[in-house]
């Protein structure tokens, strides 16, 4: 890069820097009491200097000299009140966040690092707003390991800002380490219209999946590495919402309670998991009829469980989970017979049927990979679950599961309850007391 274009990509780097920073300013005047006070007597004292200056002069070369004074008066006291505002903005550490980046040479192609641009604290844990200067996420998130080493804290995770110029960092201290076990806390909210799971704990807080915006999940991991521990979990939490749930685990269901086998609608066979599916797309079809009727009745839009419920709490509808320990078991078709494989190709078309829409009626499908098989999982049932988990996996599995590769570089080979999401977010699974 040219010495002029240098110039001109750091001035307008600078400008859009402090700019955010004029705009977070004014804000902090408007929303901090403290700030506001602070305004007010600058102003105070801005206006009674001007009255002063607005005196009549005694000699003529003041009275030449007064109306440049209150310009020069005036302007100066808005560009100082602008300059206030910006470094009051400008947040503690914003230095030494500069020096560790550029100490890795995290710099875009201007020589400039990425530039503090908020930070909220949580005890010992922050969440850092970082404004870019150019440089890409996946550029940033792919110095994750540097970045730790030159800040000395976790990165618990790496979000989208507020704009394509900020991104959110969520910081750990650099000695803060994942439990070895944590038993699912019995606080745990089990209202029945409450979504959410719960799944671990992060270095930064819990891990929670919300079901109605992310309605299926999927849980992989290789032998040992904690993935039927993870649906145990969600099961029992399912069970004390009052959940209806359908257990398919053709191993026999020996992982699982006994007492759990009835109450979960246990199926150990093929031809069982293709009719409780098929019963399941029945009871799909029936609800968007429901709520089609509740939607006209009422005139408002009824576009999920969420709003039937709301609509028609005389006869409300429960939550579905499908639960499937290992889907190998129903979808790979490598030695069957032709009648088989004409069910799991029934199956496997349930199975998309019910992830493609199963979120607005409130069915949701929480599926369990062991296997590094590209079959394993089909397109059309993967393309509609967005929310991600693997355990320790080689590179083959973590792929078809996160579509990277991230498991097999992040979760030590001999860790257990050990996972990392599709956000990049490494937790520790809980466990139950059976």
Same mark, same amino acid.
């Given at each position: 890069?040219? +010495?002029?274009?240098?110039? &001109? ?10 700019? =955010? ?17 602070? $305004? ?12 002063? =200056?607005?005196?009549?002069?005694? /000699? ?10 209150? %310009?020069?008066?005036?302007?100066? &006291? ?13 947040? @503690? ?14 710099? /875009? ?7 503090? @641009? ?6 010992? *844990? ?15 998130? !792919? ?9 000395? !804290?976790?990165?618990?995770? %790496? ?16 000695? @803060? ?18 979504? /959410? ?14 079901? +109605?915006?992310? #309605? ?45 086998? *009835?109450?979960?609608?246990? =199926? ?27 939607? !006209?009745?009422?005139?408002?839009? =009824? ?5 039937? +419920? ?20 129903? $979808?790979? !078709?490598?030695?069957?017979?032709? @009648? ?37 999982? #089909? ?10 988990? &693997? ?29 990392? /999401? ?13």
């Amino acid at each position: 890069m040219r +010495n002029d274009e240098r110039k &001109s990509v750091l001035y307008e780097q600078n400008a859009a820097y402090y700019f =955010c920073c004029l705009k977070k300013g004014l804000r902090n005047i408007v929303h901090k009491p403290l700030n506001r006070v602070i $305004t007010i007597l600058y102003w105070v004292v801005v206006v009674l200097l001007i009255l002063k =200056c607005s005196l009549p002069p005694d /000699n003529q070369l003041e009275k030449l000299l007064q109306p440049i004074l209150l %310009i020069g008066l005036i302007i100066g &006291s808005i560009t100082f009140f602008l300059l206030l505002v910006i470094a009051s903005a400008i947040p @503690a550490g914003a230095y030494s966040f500069a020096n560790a980046f550029r100490s890795i040479n995290l710099v /875009n192609s201007a020589g400039q690092p990425p530039l503090l @641009a908020d930070i909220i604290k949580y005890g010992d *844990k922050m969440v850092a707003e970082l404004f870019t200067q150019g440089i890409s996420i996946e550029e940033i998130t !792919k110095r994750k390991l540097d970045i730790e080493a030159a800040l000395n !804290k976790r990165i618990v995770s %790496i979000k989208e800002g507020s704009d394509c110029q900020h991104i959110n960092m969520y910081l750990a201290p650099g000695t @803060a380490k994942l439990p070895e076990k944590i038993t699912l806390p019995e606080n745990v909210d089990n209202n029945s219209n409450n979504p /959410n799971i719960v799944l671990g704990q992060s270095l930064f807080e819990d891990v929670i999946v919300n079901l +109605n915006s992310t #309605p299926h999940i999927l849980v992989g991991g290789s032998t040992g590495s904690g993935k039927t521990t993870m649906l145990k979990v969600i099961i029992q939490q399912a069970l004390q919402k009052g959940w209806v749930i359908n257990l398919i685990d053709m191993k026999g269901g020996i992982d699982y309670p006994p007492k759990w086998h *009835k109450a979960c609608g246990l =199926c150990t066979e093929e031809q069982s998991a293709r009719d409780t599916l098929r019963e399941l797309v029945t009871e799909l079809e029936s609800r968007k009829k429901q709520f089609s009727q509740i939607s !006209k009745r009422f005139g408002v839009a =009824c576009s999920s469980i969420a709003d039937f +419920n709301l609509l028609c709490s005389e006869k409300s509808l429960p939550r579905i989970l499908i639960i499937i320990d290992e889907l190998a078991e129903l $979808t790979d !078709k490598n030695g069957m017979d032709k @009648a088989h494989k004409e069910q799991a190709d029934q199956i496997v078309n349930q199975l998309a049927t019910i992830a493609r829409l199963g979120r607005a009626y409130g069915i949701n499908l929480i599926i369990g990979v062991q296997r590094g098989d590209a079959v394993v999982v #089909p397109g059309q049932i993967k393309s509609n679950i967005t929310y991600r988990i &693997s355990g320790k996996a080689d590179a083959t599995l973590s792929m078809i599961i996160l579509d990277n590769t991230s498991a097999n570089e992040m979760i030590p080979k001999d860790s257990r309850g050990r996972f990392i /999401n599709h956000d990049g977010v490494v937790f520790h699974g809980y466990i139950i007391n059976d």
